[in-house]
T-cell receptor, first 113, second 114 residues
Framework: SQTIHQWPATLVQPVGSPLSLECTVE??????LYWYRQAAGRGLQLLFY??????ISSEVPQNLSASRPQDRQFILSSKKLLLSDSGFYLC????????????FGAGSRLTVL | AQSVTQLDSQVPVFEEAPVELRCNYS??????LFWYVQYPNQGLQLLLK??????LVKGINGFEAEFNKSQTSFHLRKPSVHISDTAEYFC????????????FGSGTQLTVLP
């Protein structure tokens, strides 16, 4: 069966420090991978989307970047965090074809102080 | 363009009572509809989905939803809730075959009271 791992679960970082959140998927190959940010009372916002190694689409302009160095690994990064980067970040995957079903990781809560 | 409106941000209900969480969408084309559940400090989990066929969709944990095209709604229901159903529920819509185009509602916090 497929599983998705996301870490760290919680992170407290000072403004201006770098960020790296990692996500890996097991039990499937060539998944589509996603990074979402969840703000309280505002649902989910898609940040990045990837259909393959090295292929990243950014959905919104921001202070963050994403990379996919391996087929089942997706990394969310920042060189210098802003206060506004605080939030709950969710990684997800879906099959490359078929209808829409996303499987989410457990999330990473980032607090920027 | 597509959008999703979850009409209630918070729904308190007593244990063993029925519940309905409302979801309305707008889209100019055919849609795929989903409900996800999120327990505290966890990721989202798929409850049920409507892709085509029967408009009444049954999901996990005793939940069901009905697709109503004329009213552009996809309300989630459960006849008798448990304390363990306390969670946030998200409705989502896509007009294409790609999860990239999924649009999520802002969520409804269901709190089941003893």
């Amino acid at each position: 069966s497929q599983t998705i791992h996301q870490w760290p679960a919680t992170l407290v970082q000072p403004v201006g420090s770098p960020l790296s959140l990692e996500c890996t998927v097991e039990g499937t190959s060539n998944p589509n991978l996603y990074w979402y940010r969840q703000a309280a009372g505002r649902g989910l916002q898609l940040l990045f989307y990837s259909v393959g190694i090295g292929q990243i689409s950014s959905e919104v302009p921001q202070n963050l970047s994403a990379s996919r160095p391996q087929d089942r690994q997706f990394i969310l990064s920042s060189k210098k965090l802003l206060l506004s980067d605080s939030g709950f970040y969710l990684c997800a995957w879906s099959h490359g074809s078929g209808a829409n079903v996303l499987t989410f990781g457990a999330g990473s809560r980032l607090t920027v102080l | 363009a597509q959008s999703v409106t979850q009409l209630d941000s918070q729904v308190p209900v007593f244990e063993e009572a029925p519940v309905e969480l409302r979801c309305n969408y707008s889209s100019s084309v055919s849609v795929y509809l989903f409900w996800y559940v999120q327990y505290p400090n966890q990721g989202l989990q798929l409850l049920l989905k409507y892709l085509s066929g029967s408009t009444l969709v049954k999901g996990i944990n005793g939940f069901e939803a009905e697709f109503n095209k004329s009213q552009t709604s996809f309300h989630l229901r459960k006849p008798s809730v448990h304390i363990s159903d306390t969670a946030e529920y998200f409705c989502a819509v896509s007009s294409s075959g790609s999860a990239r185009q999924l649009t999520f509602g802002s969520g409804t916090q269901l709190t089941v009271l003893p």
